[in-house]
């Protein structure tokens, strides 16, 4: 069975840093990791995405110069390094897993089936 489990979140000051970590376990082939946040009252929005494969990386807007994604093959992890933190980035983070064998979308999280229970980032003084 494939799980996705995130780490990391917490309460921190504006201007902070985070660093969210997603671990992938089970019987699965994954393409590509993607980061994904959902504000209260808000809609799930993308936040940055990572092929296993290759170099591709995305990034939203709004995090662009802030946030950093990277990846350790090996263990199976995917990292968001949250830098530079505001109050707008307050909200629920969850990593969702793109298997091979289907396209994918990191904006939309098309082609994502696989999630985990998230992990909850509040940025506030």
């Known amino acids: 069975q494939v799980q996705l489990v995130e780490s990391g979140g917490g309460l921190v000051q504006p201007g902070g840093s985070l660093r969210l970590s997603c671990v992938v376990s089970?019987?699965?082939?994954?393409?590509?990791v993607g980061w994904f946040r959902q504000a209260p009252g808000k809609e799930r929005a993308d936040v940055s995405c990572?092929?296993?494969?290759?170099?591709?990386?995305h990034y939203a807007d709004s995090v662009k110069g802030r946030f950093t994604i990277s990846r350790d093959n090996a263990e199976n992890t995917v990292f968001l390094q949250m830098d530079n933190l505001e109050p707008e980035d307050t909200a629920g983070y969850s990593c969702a897993a793109a298997p091979f064998g289907a396209s994918y979308s990191c904006s939309s999280g098309y082609g994502m089936p696989y999630w985990g229970k998230g992990t909850r980032v509040i940025v506030s003084s």
């Open positions: 990572i092929s296993l494969v290759d170099a591709f990386t």
């Open positions: 089970g019987f699965l082939d994954v393409r590509a």
